[in-house]
């Protein structure tokens, strides 16, 4: 399996920011905390030397959180643009769930 680089900018910062969670239960606090950890991510991420390399990494093998820069819904597009299939197995696959439609 490939690995995402080692040296990129991310590394120690707050792993949040790169994997927000909101849910129905959030605070506005908690949503605007994640919506300004997301924004610091991306800032951070365009400014890596190795943000190419996270981008192509994630396309195969990342379905969540920010990755090169970009959040799931971008990178999700883009594998569709691109024909790109993800490559690691979900846990419904790995556990034999029936996938939802």
Do not use: H
């Amino acid at each position: 399996m490939r690995q995402p680089p080692a040296n990129g900018a991310c590394i120690g910062k707050p792993t949040s920011w790169w994997f927000p969670t909101v849910n129905n239960r959030s605070s506005s606090d908690d949503r605007r905390e994640a919506r300004e950890g997301a924004k610091n991510a991306i800032v951070i991420c365009n400014g890596c030397a190795v943000k190419d390399a996270c981008l192509t990494y994630s396309l195969e093998w990342e379905p969540v959180g920010i990755w090169g820069g970009l959040p799931e819904s971008d990178r999700n597009r883009m594998r569709r643009r691109l024909g790109i299939d993800i490559l690691r197995p979900n846990l419904s696959d790995l556990l034999g769930y029936p996938s939802r439609v």
